[in-house]
């Protein structure tokens, strides 16, 4: 069963009434007894300090207005709006939210099924609030994928969700959803995400790992300002297979994908061993790296830039970006959470969507 609530695609796709410098940004709650709730609370709160885009949340009302009690914020600044493009106006004053409510109260740190839909409708609703040209770029908190498979979701995450909305909402506009992490020490993307390791090998693919790092490519220049940018690819075995000795995949499939990329023009090294390309004067040389699978990229970046790394959704007609940690429902409600990976989530929304309009412009 796949969990998408129906609300009508945007049938009217007229230039928005605002320049998409001034729409808001549409930020979903994430999983309700997560982090987000309170992470976008505090992005408000430090919305002058950090000099936030504005953004819009779609959340419960009651539940955004008692966890604004909890920290000390008068309820009566959540503020409902129908409409984004209204939030906006709102947002200098008050944080404007989205009503998206919840089948149960949330309880901080327990998360329930029943939530499940309100946490996918918040996603929907933000990308076809982007679609119809009423915010600017979607954010997500939070989910927990173990929860929403329990809900009935069908998709590995937001990455593959946002994949299947782009494509009812965009029909016709390429879209290919690419995970990267991004930080400024690092970029990285995954090639294979949330998947059993035993699976990668079987997944690894010439055709996968070249249409991958074409879409890095082309999203390295729309979304980064990088006009030629350079790609190191990781080997999936150590030492990249020490020459067919530990593993068959870097020579067989890696390389020719790596060739067949620097014969397009592209500038694109490897297979690079996975354990040394990660440190200071090694990720020097190169503006993206295309690890083979989760961890082997994740765990470099999340130990190098947990505070401020940012997942972004590359490949899709729209931007889409993230905090890079998850729903951490230990710390939910404590006070505890740090809110600088969705700062920084939000300010690279706001870069990015200003450097696709200035292209669309041109
Ligand atoms: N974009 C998304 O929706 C993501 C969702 N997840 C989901 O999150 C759930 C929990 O995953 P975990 O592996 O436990 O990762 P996690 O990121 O939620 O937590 C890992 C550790 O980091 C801490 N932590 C996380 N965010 C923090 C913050 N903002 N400030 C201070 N400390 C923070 C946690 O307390 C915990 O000790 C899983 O269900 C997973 O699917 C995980 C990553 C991304
Ligand atoms: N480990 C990264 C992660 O879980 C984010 O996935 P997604 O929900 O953004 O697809």
């Known amino acids: 069963m796949t969990l998408t609530p129906k609300s009508p695609a945007p049938q009217n796709r007229a230039p928005p009434k605002l320049s998409p410098h001034t729409l808001p940004m549409a930020l979903t709650m994430g999983d309700a007894a997560g982090i987000g709730p309170e992470l976008a609370l505090q992005a408000w709160k430090d919305r002058f300090h950090d000099r936030l885009p504005k953004f819009v949340l779609y959340a419960d009302v009651d539940m955004m207005r008692a966890v604004a009690r909890s920290a000390g914020v008068d309820g009566s600044l959540i503020v409902p709006v129908t409409d984004a493009l209204a939030a906006a106006k709102v947002f200098d004053d008050a944080l404007p939210v989205i009503p998206i409510p919840l089948a149960e109260p949330a309880t901080p740190g327990a998360p329930t099924v029943a939530n499940g839909p309100a946490t996918i409708l918040a996603i929907r609703r933000a990308v076809a609030d982007v679609a119809a040209g009423r915010a600017s770029a979607v954010v997500t908190n939070p989910i927990a ?61 010439f055709d996968k790992i070249v249409e ?110 993230s905090p890079d940690h998850g729903t951490a429902f230990a710390i939910a409600g404590k006070g505890l959470a740090s809110a600088a990976s969705l700062k920084a ?18």
């Open 212 to 321: 991958t790092a074409r879409i890095m490519a082309a999203s390295l220049k729309r979304d980064f300002g990088i006009p030629n940018p350079r790609i190191a690819v990781a080997g999936l075995n150590p030492h990249a297979g020490e020459d067919g000795a530990l593993g068959s995949e870097d020579a067989e499939i890696i390389r020719p994908a790596v060739e067949a990329l620097r014969a397009e023009g592209l500038d694109v090294t490897g297979p690079h061993a996975a354990d040394t390309m990660f440190h200071e004067a090694a990720r020097k040389t190169y503006d993206a790296a295309l690890a083979m699978y989760h961890d082997q990229g994740l765990i470099p970046i999340k130990t190098l830039s947990f505070d401020e790394g940012v997942n972004a959704t590359i490949g899709l007609p729209f931007v889409r970006t």
């Open 345 to 362: 989530a939000l300010k690279l929304a706001g870069e990015m969507s200003a450097r696709r309009s200035l292209a669309s412009a041109s």
């Open 145 to 205: 994928k173990s929860v929403l498979y329990g809900a009935g979701f069908e998709f590995p995450g937001h990455t593959e969700y946002l994949g299947a909305l782009a494509a009812e909402f965009w029909p016709g506009e390429p879209s290919a959803p690419v995970m990267m992490l991004a930080s400024s020490e690092l970029r990285v993307v995954p090639l294979t995400i949330h998947v059993p390791l035993k699976d990668v090998p079987s997944l690894l693919t």
